[in-house]
């Protein structure tokens, strides 16, 4: 079942679109989804079908379209770095196996204390500051040298 | 009408066609993947990309619309380097397994690789590969890997089935089509996306790997099974049918086929296949020669007559016999005296026989489903009695159309429904007068003095009034009677009522045909006449010798448990069969009788169509067409006018003065009756025929067989029903009809009225019950 709290949500975003084409929320819906829980789930999925009324395979191949939605738990804070072309020109390959190294995890995995998830994103249109990860593709960081990297985590530990 | 200029030649096209479909008009091919016909437009394949002067660039033709004035080369250069270079992309992932992939030979991308593709890859990489996924028993994903992601399947799922199971996950060169969550395709026309897809990624899971196109033979012929005769091409190879394909046919079938069409043939091949006469003698059955088998019958019967009189034989065939072998079976009949013959078998009010104008049909053309704005769909299971009919509603609902309905179960249609009624079956007939009394009231009619004595205590409730409402606003209504609604015991009730509804919207009244030939039978006079007995009567007044033609008496009759006892109590039953069936417990004779595919004969549909077919291969063994049999009995018996020597001269002499004017769907003489608030108590049974378990062949189809469809019925019932009893969904609960029992599992709907349970019929499961309708008793196991 989708929380109070999302279906709130839901149905806020819904008030900008026709009555009869309430699909058009389904990415926000898996948006709200994912701000709660972290990831999306298969049920999650289904639920956001029901509640829109659409088909649970129409939620599902927009949720696998977008690399932003999270499949699997991908940790407290998710890092997603760019590999696209100005920021691997930029050392983006560098950055990836830097944290890979600091945390111990590969793309797409996840500490053993669930804290830190690491992903590879796509091109986040920001390339004047390659190389460029976001925490929780929410906030942007850009020219990420080791020493910021390791700021970075040691902030985010924290929390 | 707008004038554009292909490959030099000038084309008329109506205003917002595409490109492509005014080249097709001109008879000029454009290479396509995406593009069907009867679905949206994708325009993601890139295939079609022809040169249009003043465009900087090439375009999808399929995409295109084409506009006055418009000059297109489909093969200029520009034109032909486009399609190459789609071509080379496309052949970048698709492997080079042609010599053992089940479409080589009839497929599209293979035949425009041979025009466009070229002799050698430019790529050396590796190719990627898509795991196969399992999404059901007809349908194989085995080879995903040569999917070129054209979207066809998801798009007919969509459009056309009414219900999205595929769907293109992930993106670029990961995108592959699945099902959500390895969830199985369960819809009743999935087989369609084989026949869609136009490289082997989609394969009949059947058919696989057991013939190449190119060995199979091709012949026509028409589904057995629904009142739509779907036009059908059977394919054979070594004098076995290996598979079924459409033949388009606008005004039936489209380009579609259900599944039950398309892989009933299966049963054609069972194993339970009855390959030579048998005779039942001291409790043993012994294969014998057919002269034996058939004296044994003339002599039985003829004894039969002359000790207790031919009235004591009665003929029961199913609605899925051809013209030709109901007409013989009548003929016979009579020739002996006797006017016991009937193939409505699941039919139990029969008030309305001797008082019809015609014979009992669509009332309409099928093709003409479409046009409709407002549909009256009275008793049926829609989608899974009819489900190409289904779709042709689900298209005019589309299109704007509403659909009501009125009827004792609420199952999925896949399309939205204006305005439902769903109640108990007593209460039906109460339900439909209550929606012409509002209808009369919105029209500002009087009804006929008699429908209006009829009604006077009935009391409109907002459901029927909102019904109403609907087709008064309707220009172009349809009120259609569903299986289970000439199945009610007050079927003549419904009709009339329906009728009286129809004229008020100026709407067309008629029947969804049960089976191939439910106007047929009645065309070939393979009804009572003259005081004889009606299928009901003839298992209910037990008669002393039973002939058979293709019935499996505790699955194709409407009280299973006294047709049973008939059969059981009868001094010599006569089973014409393509099975070995149940039959062997209460038959004295088995006669091999030719299912479709291994005789001549004639269908006529649900809309009057006349369709004939010839076998597509000789008949097994030593089964023999029932047509050819019922004659040399016709003969042994001295019966006279059995000289046919074709089938076709059985089906001339029915058809002789045959057109469509004998089709009416109007009563004359019967009488509404007052209808008052029904009470009823205990549970009243409402059954359906599950879609694979409508007939003889189709029960022994086995990948069919296998899917959600197939799976053993349970006991449906409104949770508030469950509660009372103490059960929950998913227990065991003891189901009684009459003296017998089954034990089933339940399941709360609570669509389902409260007051009724919803046991299947036709099915070996449920077959020691009794009436489709009526009281039905369920306690905790």
Redesign the interface.
């Known amino acids: 079942m989708l929380s109070a709290h999302i279906q709130d949500q839901i149905n806020r975003e819904l008030i900008k679109y026709p009555a009869d084409q309430r699909q058009s929320a389904v990415m926000a819906a898996l948006r709200f989804v994912q701000d709660e829980k972290g990831w999306i789930s298969n049920d999650d999925m289904t639920d956001i079908a029901a509640f829109l009324g659409m088909p649970h395979m129409a939620v599902y191949e927009v949720a696998t379209f977008y690399h932003m939605y999270n499949l699997k738990p991908m940790g407290r804070h998710t890092l997603t770095v760019c590999t696209n072309l100005s920021c691997t020109l930029c050392g983006a390959l560098d950055t990836v196996s830097y944290i890979e190294n600091k945390l111990g995890i590969g793309i797409g995995e996840v500490t053993a204390d669930g804290k830190f998830g690491l992903r590879e994103g796509e091109c986040m249109g920001a390339c004047i500051d390659a190389p460029l990860l976001t925490i929780n593709n929410k906030k942007l960081c850009g020219r990420m040298t080791p020493q910021k990297i390791d700021a970075m985590l040691a902030e985010l530990d924290k929390s | 009408m707008l004038k554009i200029e292909i490959d030099g030649k000038m084309v008329e096209t109506r205003k917002g066609s595409m490109v492509i479909e005014a080249a097709q008009q001109a008879g000029i091919y454009i290479p396509h993947f995406c593009y069907h016909k009867k679905l949206s437009i994708a325009a993601n394949c890139r295939m079609c990309l022809v040169e249009v002067e003043k465009a900087p660039k090439p375009l999808p033709a399929c995409a295109t619309p084409a506009t006055d004035g418009m000059k297109v080369h489909t093969h200029s250069e520009m034109a032909v380097k486009a399609q190459k270079g789609v071509m080379e992309f496309l052949l970048i992932n698709h492997p080079l397994d042609c010599p053992i992939c089940d479409q080589g030979g009839e497929c599209q991308l293979q035949d425009l690789a041979v025009g466009y593709g070229g002799g050698e890859s430019r790529y050396q990489e590796g190719k990627r590969v898509v795991m196969h996924k399992d999404i059901g028993a007809l349908v194989s994903t085995e080879e995903m890997t040569r999917c070129i992601h054209c979207t066809r399947c998801v798009r007919f799922g969509?459009e056309i089935a009414g219900?999205?199971?595929?769907?293109?996950?992930?993106?670029g060169e990961n995108a592959e089509i699945m099902?959500?969550?390895n969830s199985t395709v369960d819809s009743e026309l999935s087989g369609n996306m084989i026949d869609l897809c136009p490289v082997g990624a989609l394969t009949s899971k059947p058919f696989r790997y057991t013939a190449r196109s190119w060995e199979l033979s091709r012949r026509k012929s028409v589904s057995p099974h629904d009142g739509l005769g779907s036009n059908l091409a059977v394919h054979t190879k070594d004098n076995k049918v290996a598979r079924v394909v459409p033949i388009e046919n606008e005004a039936l079938n489209e380009c579609w086929l259900s599944d039950k069409d398309r892989f009933s043939y299966e049963g054609l091949n069972a194993p339970e296949r009855l390959a030579k006469p048998m005779l039942k003698q001291d409790g043993k059955w012994l294969e014998v020669e057919w002269q034996a088998a058939l004296e044994y019958v003339a002599n039985g019967l003829r004894q039969i007559k002359n000790s207790a009189g031919a009235e004591h034989v009665g003929a029961l065939a199913t609605p899925h016999s051809t013209l030709e072998e109901l007409a013989l079976l009548q003929k016979l009949m009579r020739g002996m005296g006797s006017n016991n013959v009937d193939f409505r078998l699941r039919q139990s009010d029969f008030s309305a026989d001797g008082k019809r104008y015609g014979v009992p049909n669509l009332g309409m053309s099928v093709a003409d489903l479409n046009t409709r704005d407002r549909f009256l769909l009275v008793g049926s299971f829609l989608r899974k009695d009819h489900p190409l009919l289904a779709q042709r509603i689900r298209a005019a609902v589309k299109n704007g159309a509403q659909a009501s309905i009125v009827h004792s179960a609420s199952d999925e249609l896949l399309m939205p429904v204006a305005h439902t009624a769903i109640v108990a079956p007593g209460e039906l007939v109460n339900e439909l007068a209550q929606v012409l009394k509002a209808l009369a009231t919105i029209k500002q009619t009087a009804l006929s003095a008699e429908a209006q004595s009829a009604t006077v205590s009935v009391v409109v409730a907002p459901g029927a009034q909102a019904i109403a409402q609907s087709l008064s606003s309707g220009e172009r209504v349809a009120v259609l009677l569903g299986n289970f609604a000439q199945q009610h015991p007050q079927a003549t009730q419904l009709a009339l009522l329906a009728a009286n509804i129809a004229s008020l919207s100026n709407a067309s009244f008629g029947y969804l045909g049960e089976a191939a030939n439910s106007v047929g039978g009645y065309v070939a006079g393979a009804v009572p006449k003259d005081g004889g007995l009606n299928a009901a009567q003839m298992l209910a007044q037990p008669r002393k010798a039973y002939l058979l033609l293709n019935v499996e008496a505790e699955l194709d009759t409407h009280d299973a448990q006294q047709a049973m006892a008939a059969m059981q109590g009868a001094d010599m039953v006569v089973a014409m069969s393509a099975y070995k069936h149940h039959a062997t417990q209460y038959a004295d004779v088995l006669l091999p009788i030719a299912p479709f595919s291994e005789t001549s004969g004639t269908f006529i549909n649900t809309e009057g169509r006349v369709q004939s077919f010839k076998g597509a291969v000789r008949p097994l063994g030593e089964a023999r067409p029932a047509w050819k049999v019922l004659r040399v009995l016709g003969n042994l018996l001295d019966v006279p006018g059995f000289e046919y020597e074709t089938s076709e001269a059985v089906r001339d002499e029915m058809l002789t003065g045959y057109s469509s004017a004998r089709l009416n769907n109007a009563l004359n003489g019967v009488a509404l009756q007052p209808i008052s608030v029904a009470t009823h108590n205990g549970l009243q049974r409402v059954s359906d025929v599950p879609i694979y378990s409508s007939d003889a062949l189709v029960r022994r189809a086995a990948s069919l067989q296998k899917t959600r469809d197939a799976q053993t019925p349970v006991v449906s019932m409104h949770s508030s029903e469950l509660a009372k009893l103490g059960v929950q969904s998913g227990d065991t609960v003891k189901v009684t009809q009459g003296n017998a029992s089954v034990r089933l599992h339940v399941s709360a709907n609570d669509r389902q009225p409260v007051g009724t349970a919803r046991v299947a019929a036709g099915h070996a499961a449920t077959a020691a019950l009794g009436a489709m309708f009526g009281t039905i008793n369920v306690e905790r196991a």
């Not at chain 2, 219900?163 to 993106?171: K, Q, S």
């Open positions: 969509q219900v999205m199971e595929l769907g293109m996950a992930f993106r099902s959500f969550v």
